[in-house]
C-alpha cells in the first residue's frame, strides 16, 4: 500500500477500479467480449465474482477463468478473484461439509443455575450436552448484592460430577453454579461448516479448497495478469444461543452479553494466563463466566479474551492467507465489516480492524447504499 501512495505522490498513476465482473455458469459464450466492455470503460483491471457462479473450482470454472484470463492478457489487464463460494469468505467451497468437518467452528457457551444453602448433599442437574461438547469448567461464585453481579470466586467443582448431577455440600449463602460448555452450536444459521478464523489448520482448509486448485490451474498467470485474491467480509460471526440475556444483533455481539456464543479453540487458554499473569488474576479458565457477567475482575479477563482471539485472527487467518499469497506471487486484498463500529466486536466483524487486516497488501472498506 505504501508504494502506491509513493507512486501517486510521484505522478505515476495506475488504474485503481477493479469492478465486480459477475460470472454464472451456462453463461458465459460472451465472456470474452465482456473483459472487452471493461477495458473500452477505461478500467484496465477487474475482479471475478465467484459466488454466481454454480460449478465454482469446478471444470467449467476453470473453463471459464482461462477465457477471462487470455482476454486479460491481450488487453495487458489485470484479474482479481473472489476467494469463496458464498458469503462470506470462511465456506471453503463446502470442503469442511464435504469431508473436514474436525475443523469447524468452536465457541463457548454457559449454563447457570442459581442454589441457596446451606444445605447438604445438594443434586443440581447437570445441562444436557449435544454433540461434541465437552464441560470446560463448573465455577461456583457467590452473588453480590445487585442484578447479575458475581462475587467472590469459590472454586471449581468439575470433579463433583457423577453421571447427570452434580452434588455439593452447599455453604450457607446465595451462590450461582455455572457450567462452562464448548460446542460447536454457536454459528449462524446456514454457517455451521465455516472454517474457524483463529485456527490455522483451519484456515488451512479455505487456502487448500480455493487458492491451492487456482495455483494448479494457472499457475503461468500468477504474478502477471492474475494479481491476487480478494476477501470478502470475514467475520466471527457468533449468535445469541441461550435464554439468558437477549439478543442485540449481528452487529452489536460482543463480550459482556449473557446467552452469547464466544469463539473458542483450546490455544486461547494458555494465551490467556500468559496475559493475565502480570495482573495477578489467578484461576483463569475457572473465571471464564465473566466474559458474560461482570464481577471485579471481568474487565481484565474481557479484555485479555478480546487481545488474544484477535492476535489469533490476525496470524492464523490474515497472515497465513496473505503469506499463502506473497510465497505465490500475488496479493491478498479485500475488506471486513465496519459499519457501526463492527469491526471492533465478535458478530459481524472480527473484533480488532488492523489485526484483521494486518496481512494483507491493500485493504478497504464498504461504501454502499445510505452508509
Known amino acids: ?182 460446542t460447536r452450536q454457536g454459528s449462524r444459521q446456514g454457517e455451521e461448516n465455516y472454517i474457524s478464523s483463529i485456527s490455522k489448520e483451519s484456515v488451512q482448509e479455505l487456502i487448500k479448497a480455493v487458492y491451492e486448485p487456482h495455483y494448479m490451474h494457472f499457475s503461468e498467470y500468477f504474478g502477471n495478469v492474475l494479481q491476487g485474491f480478494f476477501s470478502d467480509e470475514p467475520g466471527y460471526y457468533t449468535r445469541h444461543l441461550g435464554v439468558w440475556g437477549y439478543d442485540q444483533g449481528d452487529y452489536y455481539h460482543t463480550v459482556g452479553q449473557p446467552g452469547l456464543a464466544l469463539p473458542w479453540e483450546n490455544t486461547i487458554i494458555p494465551m490467556l494466563k500468559a496475559d493475565i499473569e502480570t495482573t495477578q488474576l489467578n484461576h483463569v479458565v475457572s473465571r471464564l463466566p465473566e466474559l458474560w457477567y461482570p464481577s471485579e475482575f471481568s474487565a481484565v479477563l474481557r479484555l485479555a479474551y478480546m487481545n488474544t482471539v484477535t492476535k489469533l485472527w490476525e496470524e492464523c487467518f490474515s497472515m497465513q492467507i496473505g503469506g499463502w499469497c506473497r510465497d505465490h506471487h500475488v496479493q491478498y486484498i479485500g475488506h471486513v465489516i465496519e459499519d457501526m463500529d463492527a469491526h471492533q466486536r465478535i458478530g459481524t466483524g472480527a473484533g480488532h480492524y488492523f489485526r484483521a487486516l494486518k496481512g494483507q497488501d491493500m485493504s478497504g472498506i464498504d461504501i454502499v447504499l445510505h452508509q
Open 1 to 182: 500500500m505504501l508504494n502506491k501512495i509513493e507512486q501517486v505522490m510521484d505522478g505515476k498513476v495506475g488504474n485503481y477500479l477493479v469492478p465486480f465482473f459477475w460470472v454464472h455458469e451456462g453463461k458465459t459464450e460472451f465472456l470474452a467480449e465482456r473483459v472487452r466492455k471493461v477495458y473500452q470503460s477505461g478500467c484496465r483491471a477487474l475482479c471475478v465474482e465467484s459466488r454466481p457462479h454454480e460449478d465454482f473450482c469446478g471444470e467449467k470454472w476453470w473453463e471459464d477463468i482461462r477465457i477471462i484470463l487470455e482476454e486479460a492478457k491481450r488487453y495487458d489487464m489485470k484479474v482479481w478473484i473472489l476467494d469463496d463460494k458464498h458469503f462470506p469468505t470462511g465456506y471453503a467451497n463446502g470442503r469442511l461439509k464435504k469431508e473436514g468437518r474436525v475443523h469447524r467452528r468452536w465457541f463457548l457457551r454457559e449454563h447457570h443455575v442459581d442454589v441457596y444453602g446451606p444445605m447438604r448433599e445438594a443434586s443440581i442437574l447437570v445441562p444436557q450436552l449435544q454433540e461434541e461438547e465437552e464441560i470446560l469448567t463448573v465455577s461456583v461464585y457467590k452473588r453480590a448484592d445487585c442484578g447479575n453481579r458475581l462475587g467472590e470466586l469459590v472454586g471449581d467443582l468439575s470433579e463433583n460430577i457423577c453421571g447427570n448431577f452434580l452434588y455439593w455440600d452447599i455453604p450457607d449463602g446465595f451462590y450461582r453454579i455455572f457450567f462452562v460448555i464448548r
